[in-house]
């Protein structure tokens, strides 16, 4: 049983929809920081961004004096530029609009202060919005990511997170997708408000916040993905099927481009969040603590004993001791498999060493496909709430 983390944050019991969910279950709901974190937002208006980083690119423009590059002045000239002046009234931002999907090409290098104060906007309403599911949209938000990013096939270099292109019909509607609206729209405001972003790097670097905000590892980032019309929308069949055997996750991830271990650390992000039955058809939490992100799933994984849940949906396991907590298929066939079982089994022995991998391997996901100009080393390393805190 996953004590540990029990006896750390319980702070909510869930009445949730789970048919089979007991009256001493108790969820966490909230990692126990909730109302420092809270305390946090109202007092302080500004971080910086990790020291580990390089400094800005450029200097940051002035509300008079706007800095504007050969390539900008002559997309002025030909009428093709505007000014946005950010809601914060902080920084003046300077775009270049191209086409009607909503693309903004040309911005006047954002720096990664500027990237950090949209993380601190999406943390912000995390933190804020704590009535959805669990308490957190920070399973969901994170589900968008890998999404959006799981489409890409390397063979042909299509898919992946550059292009939003879930945005669209048909990719909106692909059975996998259900339920991502409510993560595309609790993104919307931050859009709004910083709207030199592209759909395709707010959702990944909602994502990273997520990871980060649910006491997960750092999860370096950078911009550079560019918004794409319908005509980029990846075929319905992508996405992994829950109700599949490791053969199908070894096509399917083996398809993107990861080996073994990567897949099992991947799976590690289902300590968070919950299967719900509008959605996916699946139902229950596989942790206690899902808005936390722990090695839980796979020390539950090993610890339990999970059978077939005797129920009207589709096929998924349960465990015995407390028949609240759920496994899919596919997260079952971890430890059938000998190969992938002896990662699950590291893992579930070695948190630090389950987070240096999973946040190694879903930099990989986020960044697949994505044809930046920047280097690796130049990944933005946001501070965190908790970080940010700790620093006061
Ligand atoms: C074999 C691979 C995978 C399968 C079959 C799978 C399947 C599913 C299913 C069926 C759900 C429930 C959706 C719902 O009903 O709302 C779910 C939720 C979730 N998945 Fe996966 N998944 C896989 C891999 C991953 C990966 C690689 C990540 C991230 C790195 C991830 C992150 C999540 C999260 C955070 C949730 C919770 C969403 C929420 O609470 O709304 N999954 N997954």
Redesign the pocket.
Known sequence: MATATAARTLSRAIPRSTASATPSLRLVARPSRDNAAKRFFQNSSRRQYSSENPTPQTPKSSNTGVIVGATAAAALLAGGFYYYNSQGGEIPEVHIKKGSAGETVGLLTPTNEDYQKVYDAIAKLLWEKDDY?DGSYG??L??LA?HASGTYDAATGTGGSNGATMRFAPERDHGANS?LKAARDFLEPVKQQFQWISYSDLWVLGGVCAVQEMQGPTIPWRPGRKDRDVAFCTPDGRL???SKDQNH?RAIFGRMGFNDQEMVA??G??A?????TD??G?DGPWTFSPTVLTNDYFRLLLEEKWGWRSWNGPKQYQDASSKSLMM?P?DIALIKDPIFMKYVQQYAKDNQAFFNDFSNV?TK?FELGVPFESKPEDRIHFKSTHDAEAAH
């Open positions: 599911d399973p969901v994170l589900r890998w339920g992994p099927d829950a996750i991947l799976s992000a289902h968070l969040g919950r299967c719900h959605r996916s699946f899919l596919t879903v996901l």
